[in-house]
């Protein structure tokens, strides 16, 4: 008869129960005499409790509380008089004691996972005076393990790698699965491993979870992934044993078991001969099953009649075979080469040498096509060299280049002007001679780099380049002059012979040789009796003084020419002026001023003194201004003076106008159309007595031509205005015109001395224009006085 799972759990709980309860005589009190107890009041008795271990089985699954054990004193006579309490781990709330009995159950189901074991305390207690008769005693209840737990995986899945094409029993990875139960009762926690998926490659070791493989020969290039389920077994395998299981994921690594292959026995390609020396002319790349480093190449050229124009290297990231140019082809002496290549991996494993060579071999042909190429010089560079005195049109050197190709078309030759702006050089189109074209300055450039270029006659496209260098060699063409400003000094306590400035020369130009200069004073100079020149042969001279006695107040600046001579042929010589000026100097020699209007000033006038005295003077400046002003100011008189010039006075009436709508007082067309001829005429709403012209007639300016031409020409300006917006504005002017009808509205010329025009007839307008006609008027009487 066989028992599931369930069953056979509650047969070994029964069992476990039984063995219980055949050990509960051990378990029960007895006397002993090992350990004395005093009580007071009494004889001196020796009494103890003598303990087995409790054991309790776990994962009961009844519903009565689970008895444990019996506590009993030999103290208790069963009359009621004795009490059992307990104490310790899990009193009360898992382990309950009959205080009358002694009996121990337990309430909670037990987890030997959990806890293994309870360690608790138990006393007898007198009830009556609750003391207690016996010494507290510690026992210990041990929850007896049943199969309840399967083996787990804890590190699972597992990952592992094993090299392909290893042999049979070649370790992959170790599996370990852990079982809860307890390890030291019975065979619950005893494992075995067996493989449930992944067989005949691999195997497992069932005590000791190694897994191997159990085929030789596998090719990761055919299978590269194998996934193998392995399971864990308790109860050392047998039928009712719990079981776990875990994936692996066993990947076959490479090794170099393939050789590399060209897919193809020969390649051809084809290149134009003007392919650029480093180019790329082909790709080739032989096939690998392996990956990595296994797959890396080499390639080289065995065999072939190109071996000195090409070359051929690896690319790394794709182990292609790059096959690039060393030298530059030439359709016209050669149309085709021949290469034998072989490719090889880079690390060959001895293991597999056995399987055949690990290279393999092909042939590459490579076709010349033939391509207009442009002319070509006979030398990368022309060193030429020419004297910058050279006369305008003569010869520096000469070019030459030829068309490569088998036309052998004519060529032209011209200077590139970009490496020529000043244009000091010219070329002769046919011979190649070049010819200077200006004067030449070495001081200004000392070489020239021009580039001349090379064109097919046939074909202008066609441009070869060609680059002289010419150097313009030196002539003495320039005088020495001072090295720089000399900012010399003489004190006025210096002593004869004394070196008051040492000077040197420079020169534009450059001898081969090196410069040489000479120094003297010049013939009006030598016989002077202040200074003299020494000159140190060394390209610098000395100023020494002649005398002493030196003076600001007599001289306070001197001026000597030195003459200066190269040694170039011809030399070359120059006059320059050293200025001296006279200082005061201190003890040392160190000049302190040199300005000869400080003697000027009185002795012991300080400069604040100076200050106040200006300061003083201003002021009474200042009071002269200010009286003379006041003086001068007079009191305007109250009333009009008939001989003054009122023009700049100011008459204010009361009229007032009619408004927009009074159209009678005033003429608007002569505002509104300047082509009018303007009529004389009167007011409308004043009726004179006397009628007359009032001013002479001006005639029109037809079609407006003049504004027309004013706004023309400013639409003219605005549209050549680099300053104006992108976009279209509006312009405003200010322009009243030439010669307008309604004539000036000013009157600062209306009352001069000289004017002719005549105002009478502002008596003629009315008691209103009384005022204007008395101010205005010639006559002395009007029409209303």
């Known amino acids: 008869m066989k028992l599931g799972k369930v069953e056979f759990c509650h047969f070994l709980q029964l069992i476990a129960l039984f063995l219980c309860f055949s050990g509960m005589s051990q378990a029960e009190l007895s006397r002993s005499r090992s350990k004395p107890y005093f009580q007071s009041g009494r004889s001196r008795t020796k009494r103890s409790w003598v303990w087995n271990q409790f054991f309790v089985l776990e994962e009961y699954m009844g519903s009565d509380p689970l008895y444990v054990g019996k506590l009993h004193s030999d103290v208790d006579k069963g009359d009621g008089s004795i009490k059992y309490i307990l104490s310790g781990e899990g009193a009360s709330s898992i382990f309950i004691i009959d205080e009358n009995t002694g009996d121990i159950h337990a309430t909670k189901r037990l987890d030997r996972e959990e806890q293994a074991y309870y360690t608790l305390r138990a006393q007898a207690l007198d009830r009556l005076t609750n003391k207690p008769v016996e010494p507290e005693s510690e026992f210990v209840i041990k929850i007896q393990d049943i199969n309840d737990n399967e083996p787990k995986f804890l590190d699972g899945p597992y990952t592992a790698g094993v090299p392909e094409m290893s042999p049979v029993g070649t370790s992959v990875v170790q599996v370990t699965a852990t079982d809860a139960d307890d390890p030291t009762y019975g065979n619950s926690a005893r494992v075995v491993y067996s493989i449930l998926q992944g067989q005949p490659y691999f195997s497992v070791e069932p005590k000791t979870g190694v897994i191997k493989t159990a085929l030789p020969n596998m090719d990761r290039e055919a299978k590269d992934q194998y996934l193998l389920v392995i399971q864990a077994k308790d109860m050392v395998g047998q039928n009712g044993g719990l079981s776990g299981t875990t994936s692996v994921t066993v990947t076959l690594t490479d090794v170099n078991d393939n050789p590399p292959r060209f897919p193809r026995r020969s390649y051809q390609y084809n290149v134009p001969e003007s392919l650029p020396v480093a180019s790329v002319v082909a790709r080739i790349k032989a096939a690998d099953a392996d990956i990595g480093a296994n797959a890396e190449m080499e390639y080289r050229i065995v065999d072939g009649d190109g071996l000195g124009i090409f070359k051929i290297s690896v690319d790394k990231e794709t182990q292609e075979g790059i096959i690039t140019i060393q030298k530059e082809l030439d359709f016209e002496a050669k149309t085709s080469y021949t290469l034998r290549i072989e490719a090889a991996n880079k690390d060959a494993d001895p293991r597999f040498l056995s399987l055949g060579p690990f290279s393999d071999t092909t042939t590459v042909k490579i076709i010349v096509e033939d391509v207009d190429e442009p002319p070509v010089f006979s030398s990368p560079l022309y060193p030429m060299e020419v004297s910058e005195a050279t006369q305008v049109g003569n010869i520096i050197g000469t070019v030459a280049a030829h068309d490569p190709d088998s036309s052998n078309s004519p060529v032209r030759y011209s200077i590139d002007r970009n490496t020529d702006l000043e244009r000091y050089f010219n070329i002769d189109a046919n011979s190649g001679v070049i010819t200077t074209a200006k004067s030449l300055d070495r001081e200004t450039n000392a070489i020239h780099n021009i580039t001349v270029l090379a064109m097919e006659s046939q074909n202008p496209s066609q441009v070869g380049r060609g680059y002289v260098a010419i150097t313009i060699l030196d002539i003495n063409d320039n005088a020495p002059e001072f090295a720089m400003d000399y900012e010399t000094t003489v004190c006025e306590n210096a002593q004869p012979g004394q070196v008051i400035q040492k000077i040197s020369a420079v020169d534009k130009d450059e001898p081969s040789n090196g410069h040489q200069f000479y120094f003297s004073l010049t013939t009006d100079a030598t016989n002077n009796h202040n200074f003299s020149l020494k000159d140190n042969k060394d390209n610098t001279a000395s100023i020494l003084t002649r005398r002493n006695g030196f003076r600001r107040q007599e001289q306070s600046v ?121 009529d004389t005429k009167t007011r409308r709403d004043v009726t004179p007595e006397i009628q007359f012209l009032s001013r002479p007639a001006f005639k029109s300016i037809p079609d407006n031509v003049i504004f027309r031409e004013f706004i023309w020409e400013r639409l003219k300006e605005a549209d050549v205005d680099p300053g104006a917006p992108p976009y279209d504005s509006l312009q405003t002017y200010a322009f009243e015109g030439n010669g307008s009808v309604a004539e000036s509205l000013s009157s600062l010329d209306s009352i001069s001395s000289n004017s002719d025009q005549n105002y009478d007839y502002l008596s003629d307008w009315g008691p209103r224009f009384k005022r204007l006609a008395d101010m205005y008027g010639t006559g002395q009487e009007s029409l209303y006085s």
């Open 558 to 678: 001197y001026y000597l020419p030195i003459f200066i001579v190269d040694s170039g042929s011809p030399s070359l010589s120059s006059t320059n002026t050293l200025t001296i000026r006279v200082c005061d100097c201190d003890a040392d020699g160190v000049a302190q001023t040199c300005n000869a209007e400080a003697y000027v000033l009185p002795a012991g006038l300080s400069t604040g003194a100076l200050i106040a005295i200006l300061a003083c003077v201003l002021t009474l400046l200042v009071l002269i201004l200010l009286i003379v002003t006041m003086r001068r100011r007079k009191k305007e008189p109250l009333i009009f003076d008939e001989e003054r010039d009122i023009r700049e006075n100011i008459v204010r009436y009361d009229d007032e106008g009619g408004g927009e709508e009074d159209t009678e007082a005033f003429d608007m067309a002569a505002l509104r159309n300047l082509n009018v001829i303007r």
